[in-house]
């Protein structure tokens, strides 16, 4: 089992920046993928940006040059930092966690969700 905690989130003026954070815990040596999701009202929940087990990183096209998401693995964290925000970031942001065997991914696992609302 992995257990992931998010903090950070709130509301922010369009053209500002703000930072995710995810704490893990458990079976942190299973982890394969880990990263963020978001899902805005009514719409289906999307990668944000992830880092896998064997390094580099996957981002959205939508985040590419504004995001950057980062692990710590002294501290069993992964962050989001997001800058130049738009009305459209506004979405309830996950962290996510899974396993894989042989690439086929065996477990996801969620945090609770943080809440971001880019507004004027």
């Known amino acids: 089992q992995v257990q992931l905690v998010e903090s950070g989130g709130g509301l922010v003026q369009p053209g500002g920046s703000l930072r995710l954070s995810c704490t893990f815990s458990?079976?942190?040596?299973?982890?394969?993928?880990i990263g963020w999701y978001r899902q805005a009202p009514g719409m289906q929940r999307e990668l944000v940006a992830t880092?896998?087990?064997?390094?580099?990183?996957n981002y959205a096209d939508f985040v590419k040059g504004r995001f950057t998401i980062s692990r710590d693995s002294t501290k069993n964290t992964v962050d989001l930092q997001m800058n130049n925000l738009k009305p459209e970031d506004t979405a309830v942001y996950y962290c996510y966690a899974d396993t894989r065997y042989s690439g086929v991914i065996t477990h996801e696992y969620w945090g609770q969700g943080t809440q971001v609302a880019v507004s004027s």
């Open positions: 880092i896998p087990s064997g390094g580099g990183t």
């Open positions: 458990g079976s942190i040596f299973l982890i394969n993928h």
